[in-house]
């Protein structure tokens, strides 16, 4: 873990980070975590704001960044805040990119990259995801 002069973790809840995963909070920003797990071999990378809510379960292997940390030549890089709702799945190797909210009870299939909004209660997969069908818990 690398926590930045001014940055912010947050913890409200029982949460796990398993072994191998790297969670990197810049300088002034804040990670706020509810109460859930993330598997091994994780990237969390918050260098603005990502906020994770309770009873998340994520894969092994998931990526997450809220800045481009990087310019093209003649490019400026962008950064947007991450919002992961309460009770999401996020399959292994899903990639989670800026400015992305994933609402309450979603789920995102294995290997996917996540680039715009996920509606509550909606299953997303693909390269980019794209909307599958509405989750159906029982």
Excluded at 80 to 93: A, E, F, K, M, T
């Amino acid at each position: 873990m690398v926590l930045r002069r001014g940055g912010t973790l947050r913890v409200d809840g029982e949460f796990s980070i398993y072994s191998g995963a790297t969670v990197t909070i810049g300088e002034g920003a804040t990670l706020s975590l509810g109460s859930g797990y993330v598997n091994g071999d994780a990237s969390i990378s918050c260098f603005l704001d990502v906020r994770i809510g309770h009873g998340v379960a994520i894969g092994p292997e998931f990526m997450l960044i809220d800045d481009d940390r990087h310019q093209l030549s003649g490019t400026r890089g962008t950064s947007g805040p991450i919002v992961v709702g309460d009770h999401v799945w996020l399959g292994s190797r899903v990639t989670v990119l800026k400015g992305v909210t994933i609402g309450n009870g979603a789920v995102i299939a294995a290997g996917s990259v996540v680039t715009k909004d996920v509606a509550a209660g909606e299953l997303w997969g693909g390269v980019p995801a794209r909307h599958l069908r509405t989750v159906e818990w029982t």
